[in-house]
């Protein structure tokens, strides 16, 4: 990690669950962390909590499914700090409910792609460009899902649009490496990180019936410190090597 000391990091969907907890560690280790999400009290409580670490927390309020939002954002980026170095992918956003289902306004559909694969493509473009004004090393980590590799099964349907988009975001992980790699590239690293089930508050968020939600609590699970740990060790990697896919899932799951 000491490659990545005093640089700066972007992270999307800063405010709670596995942002939170890999801004936490990008903190202790010195990067310097630009959060993004809606919530910025919830991401100036966590700079508090974390006044004493070596790297400092930039706040920025940001919708991900709005591009007015993500391209504000991203010029206050550029004012303040300049560059980017890392950028990692975080937000997400689901919705309980089947894509005929006449109870699933296409409104809901819209900003799950929104915030899944058009808002994400929209902040690696604009962090592309801070990390072009630089010639260090960067790093684009997208967190996915195993539901991007899976093939979606009936018992899953209710998860069908989540699914749809997380399969896009695998192919647009290969895409950007590639096309990146065609211009010569040597020191922009992409990595795809697909987790299995992790605790957070993703399912209640996302509307998912409360019976579901308890039926699944004895099922086994990752915590976002698990893939927090796993980006720090992504991180850690000398930089001509790049795991271009890696899947964590908890022990015992069951797909």
Same mark, same amino acid.
């Given at each position: 990690?000491?490659?990545?000391?005093?640089?700066?990091? @972007?992270?999307?969907?800063?405010?709670?669950?596995?942002?939170?907890?890999?801004?936490?560690?990008?903190?202790?280790?010195? @990067?310097?962390?630009?959060?993004?999400?809606?919530?910025?009290?919830?991401?100036?409580?966590?700079?508090?909590?974390?006044? %004493?670490?070596?790297?400092?927390?930039?706040?920025?309020?940001?919708?991900? /499914?709005?591009?007015?939002?993500?391209?504000?954002?991203?010029?206050?980026?550029?004012?303040?700090?300049? @560059?980017?170095?890392?950028?990692?992918?975080?937000?997400?956003?689901?919705?309980?409910?089947?894509?005929?289902?006449?109870?699933?306004?296409?409104?809901?559909?819209?900003?799950?792609?929104?915030?899944?694969?058009?808002?994400?493509?929209?902040?690696?473009?604009?962090?592309?460009?801070?990390?072009?004004?630089?010639?260090?090393?960067?790093?684009?980590? %997208?967190?996915?899902?195993?539901?991007?590799?899976?093939?979606?099964?009936?018992?899953?349907?209710? /998860? %069908?649009?989540?699914?749809?988009?997380?399969?896009?975001?695998?192919?647009? /992980?290969?895409?950007?490496?590639?096309?990146?790699? /065609?211009?010569?590239?040597?020191?922009?690293?992409?990595?795809? @990180?697909?987790?299995?089930?992790?605790?957070?508050?993703?399912?209640?968020?996302?509307?998912?019936?409360?019976?579901?939600?308890?039926?699944?609590?004895?099922?086994?699970?990752?915590?976002?410190?698990?893939?927090?740990?796993?980006?720090?060790?992504?991180?850690?990697?000398?930089?001509?090597? %790049?795991?271009?896919?890696?899947?964590?899932?908890?022990?015992?799951?069951?797909?």
């Amino acid at each position: 990690m000491d490659q990545w000391k005093g640089k700066v990091a @972007v992270v999307t969907g800063a405010s709670a669950g596995i942002g939170a907890d890999i801004v936490r560690d990008l903190m202790k280790a010195g @990067v310097h962390v630009v959060g993004l999400a809606r919530r910025k009290e919830r991401m100036e409580k966590l700079s508090l909590e974390l006044a %004493n670490a070596p790297g400092k927390l930039y706040p920025i309020e940001c919708d991900i /499914s709005n591009m007015d939002s993500i391209s504000k954002a991203f010029k206050e980026i550029e004012t303040k700090l300049k @560059v980017v170095h890392i950028l990692i992918n975080n937000a997400g956003r689901t919705k309980f409910g089947n894509f005929f289902d006449e109870k699933m306004p296409f409104d809901e559909i819209k900003a799950t792609f929104d915030v899944n694969l058009t808002g994400l493509a929209a902040c690696t473009k604009a962090a592309h460009k801070l990390m072009k004004k630089h010639k260090d090393n960067c790093y684009i980590i %997208n967190i996915n899902s195993v539901a991007g590799h899976v093939t979606i099964q009936p018992v899953f349907l209710s /998860s %069908n649009v989540y699914f749809t988009t997380k399969h896009g975001l695998t192919t647009f /992980s290969n895409t950007i490496r590639l096309e990146l790699n /065609s211009e010569g590239n040597r020191r922009i690293k992409v990595t795809n @990180v697909s987790p299995g089930r992790i605790l957070t508050e993703f399912g209640e968020a996302g509307g998912y019936p409360t019976e579901l939600m308890e039926a699944s609590k004895n099922e086994p699970a990752l915590t976002g410190k698990d893939v927090s740990s796993t980006i720090m060790y992504l991180l850690s990697t000398p930089a001509h090597m %790049n795991i271009t896919e890696l899947t964590v899932q908890p022990t015992g799951e069951a797909f």
